[in-house]
């Protein structure tokens, strides 16, 4: 199956910074990305749907301004967490669907990136 | 919104037996996903389930779908201690350009005892 990758796996920040998150396809171009968000114990939240060459679409309650996303290209969308906080530490996985593998294929989920903000 | 649930929310089998897992959603949908997530790592995915399909099979994994009752179950046979992990189910609607994300279930937590 195709591959998503994720840069940082793992991250630990001080409160008030900002922390970029990468998420690549590897072996197809993915027009369209998602960006989720994990807490503890918990199931999988999607946060903004990420588009390439235009504006992201984000969930209800997701700040657009906090979660800054990138999609720059058609292999290569990034998550920032700008002046990030305690309270934003979680588990970050993107996911990628392949335009080409039709109208019913999976997602392909890269491996998640631990945010720790202390 | 979330809107998948799954049950039970653990279970806790003797390896070798079965192992059934039920998910129910709210809204229509395009196809309905099973995925398996080790703790904390990313996901894996194990069978997808068209809207017009009734029931699937993969290897030890059987799923059927009920699209009048909204609900679905993931069946593991002859299970094995590496199936230990969380298990959740996710849904995409109907879509004309087909970019809706996923809306996933709370998970099932699978234990297999040695």
């Known amino acids: 199956g195709a591959v998503v990758s994720q840069h940082p796996s793992r991250v630990i920040c001080k409160s008030g910074t900002s922390v970029k998150i990468e998420c690549r396809s590897l072996?197809?171009?993915?027009?369209?990305m998602f960006w989720y968000r994990q807490f503890p114990k918990q199931s999988l939240m999607l946060m903004a749907t990420s588009n390439e060459g235009s504006k992201a679409t984000y969930e209800q309650g997701v700040e657009k301004d906090k979660f800054l996303i990138n999609h720059a290209s058609l292999t290569l969308s990034t998550l920032t967490v700008t002046s990030a906080h305690p309270e934003d530490s979680s588990f970050y996985i993107c996911?990628?669907?392949?335009?080409?593998?039709?109208?019913?294929?999976?997602?392909?989920f890269g491996p998640g990136t631990r945010l720790t903000v202390l | 919104s979330q809107q998948g649930e799954e049950d039970p929310q653990a279970l806790s089998i003797q390896e070798g037996e079965n192992a059934t897992m039920n998910c129910s959603y709210k809204t229509s949908i395009n196809n309905l996903q099973w995925y398996r997530q080790n703790s904390g790592r990313g996901l894996v995915h194990l069978i997808l389930i068209r809207s017009n399909e009734r029931e699937k099979h993969s290897g030890r994994l059987r799923v059927t779908l009920d699209t009048s009752k909204k609900s679905s179950s993931l069946l593991i046979t002859a299970s094995r201690a590496a199936d230990t992990a969380s298990y959740f189910c996710a849904t995409r609607a109907p879509s004309g350009g087909g970019a809706d994300g996923l809306t996933f279930g709370k998970g099932t937590h699978l234990i297999i005892q040695p």
């Open positions: 996911s990628a669907r392949d335009p080409l593998a039709g109208a019913y294929n999976e997602q392909f």
């Open positions: 072996d197809f171009q993915a027009t369209t």
